[in-house]
């Protein structure tokens, strides 16, 4: 954070998984109680059904479903509702989304999950990847193995860390 920027601004990308969920609630904790939350979830119709008779109505339920993603997201997580915080929903691909919001909002810092897919996937690229290498402000990448080590540590084991 900078002189300048008196409150930070943390970009979040959220798709809906429990790696997503935990990177809301670190970016909660490192927004502190005078930052701003940027959710950013993005969506797409594949372009091979560009033309097709029922294009638009593909891309209106992509659209719905990212508007429930974010509900969601504001239901079962109260703590979200206790900060500053828009939504941004685009369409195109996921990690491009993240980096125009960032670039837009002048993030502070960017807050990803991660799912581990794999060595394959990670070949032909990932959202976290991609964002790591083309970000202009510090990423931190929450892994899903990290998420399912919460889950199973009793909450005053984490307390006490």
Known sequence: MTPETPRPTIVVGYDGSPSAHAAVEHAID???PSGRLILVHAYQVPADYIGAPYYSGMVEDA???AA???????RDCERVLGVDHERD????????AIIRAAEAYQADEIVIGSRGVGRVRALLGSVAH???HRAKCPVTVIPERMVAAWT????E???AV
């Not at 199973?152 to 909450?155: N, Y």
């Open 157 to 159: 084991d984490i307390a």
């Open 63 to 65: 659209s719905q479903h």
């Open 30 to 32: 490192r927004a502190g």
């Open 130 to 132: 991609d964002v790591l």
């Open 89 to 96: 929903i685009s369409t195109g691909a996921a990690a491009p």
């Open 68 to 74: 429930d993603v974010m509900d969601g997201l504001e």
């Open 152 to 155: 199973e540590t009793p909450a």
